[in-house]
């Protein structure tokens, strides 16, 4: 703000915006990189930019866009078939970026490097060398945040936030079912608060681990009702249609809470379709990576596991649409694929067999 003054929010919003078209960019070569003679990273673009939720989160006051543009990151040098030293701190620098970012980037982590520790553990030329440098890379940058949660509360974290055991027992919360996929999950944070607020201070981690005991007192005091609504969030995590759907106010009355003024966001609903033909694109054409011989099939194989842990994180806490929108931009890569081959002629190649030729 000392540096745009009264300007700052247009500023921000132009760093959004070239960080989205950064977004799209890196979309494209990805694509080009696997399929360079095909249609297929021009409907990949096509089909992000057109992507109405995609693009409004991303420019939106929030770190989704830079999430994104690491994890694209990642991807890229994920790609590449002989990467160089260079590359490889680049790629521990990008991990260590999703770690701190987000706490789901704790999971782009934990499979990018058991892909590498695989890797390794086959012996394949320079893949002790890569892990090794990924490893200390991300250690040394995430290293001053340790220190930081060392000295402010007494141990370092696992997790890059204090609020893993608060989000697991808003998942269990039975009156989440009533709050999604209707209205922002986030309202039910006052209710969910006061059920510590015995506890003497400001402690964070010791908060968060009472959090965790309520949680699992939840669990266990109707599991079954947490499976169904864990079904429901892993549902409402790969929905095409916003989650939340609109906007709402939670109202606590004789029955229990319930929702008034409820207002659904048609803006966002309308894209529904997009968002439809993407998730359905990018499903046929993950399917073509992973049957693949060579190196694409590596990055299928990364592109599938970071999606299940993702949905499996958020299946077992809850979920917003805007959780899954970096994963968007990834799927992209295979649903242009996909669509570039849906009308190939019978004997014609699609982008598969092209990249053979390439």
């Known amino acids: 703000m000392r540096v745009t003054g009264d300007h700052w929010f247009l ?53 989704t866009v830079w999430f994104t543009l690491a994890l694209l990151g990642v991807a890229w040098l994920l790609l590449k078939r002989t990467p160089h030293a260079a590359s490889t701190v680049a790629l521990g620098g990008l991990l260590a970026s999703l770690y701190l970012l987000r706490p789901t980037g704790l999971m782009v982590c ?22 090794v440098i990924t490893l200390a890379t991300s250690a040394i940058l995430v290293a001053p945040w340790q220190a930081f949660t060392w000295r402010n509360f007494g141990a370092p974290g696992f997790f890059p936030t204090s609020s893993s055991g608060y989000n697991l027992a808003k998942g269990a919360d039975p009156d989440l079912a009533v709050v999604t996929p209707w209205i922002d999950a986030d309202t039910l944070d006052p209710r969910v608060r006061e059920l510590t607020w015995p506890i003497p201070g400001n402690e964070e ?13 939840l669990i266990s005091k109707n599991p079954k ?25 939670l109202k606590q009355t004789d029955h229990g809470p319930t929702i008034e003024n409820f ?35 590596f990055f ?41 081959g849906f009308k190939r002629q019978p004997g014609g190649r699609g ?5 053979e030729t390439g």
């Open 300 to 340: 299928g194989l990364w592109m599938a596991l970071v999606f299940l842990s993702f949905l499996t994180v958020h299946a077992l806490t809850f979920t917003k649409t805007r959780y899954r929108l970096p994963l968007d931009a990834l799927l992209a890569v295979p649903a242009g694929a996909w669509l570039a």
């Open 11 to 63: 500023a921000t919003l132009l760093l959004q915006a070239l960080g989205a078209a950064m977004c799209l960019v890196m979309v494209f070569g990805l694509a080009r990189t696997i399929w360079p003679q095909s249609r297929a990273p021009w409907l990949s673009v096509g089909l992000l930019a057109i992507h109405g939720q995609f693009m409004f989160e991303m420019l939106s006051l929030r770190e």
């Open 205 to 217: 981690l010791v908060t968060d681990k009472a959090f965790k005991q309520i949680a699992i007192k």
């Open 225 to 249: 009702r947490v499976v169904y609504r864990s079904m429901a969030s892993a549902v409402e995590f790969i929905s095409p249609m916003p989650i939340p759907l609109g906007t709402g106010t």
């Open 263 to 297: 207002r659904p966001d048609w803006e966002e609903i309308a894209f529904t379709p997009v968002v439809i033909l993407l998730l359905v694109s990018a499903g046929g054409g993950l399917k073509c990576l992973l049957c693949r011989k060579e190196g694409p099939s």
């Open 351 to 355: 982008p598969d067999e092209m990249r």
């Open 110 to 131: 934990g499979v990018t490097i058991a892909l590498l520790a695989w890797k390794a553990v086959s012996m394949q030329a320079g893949a002790i060398r890569n892990l």
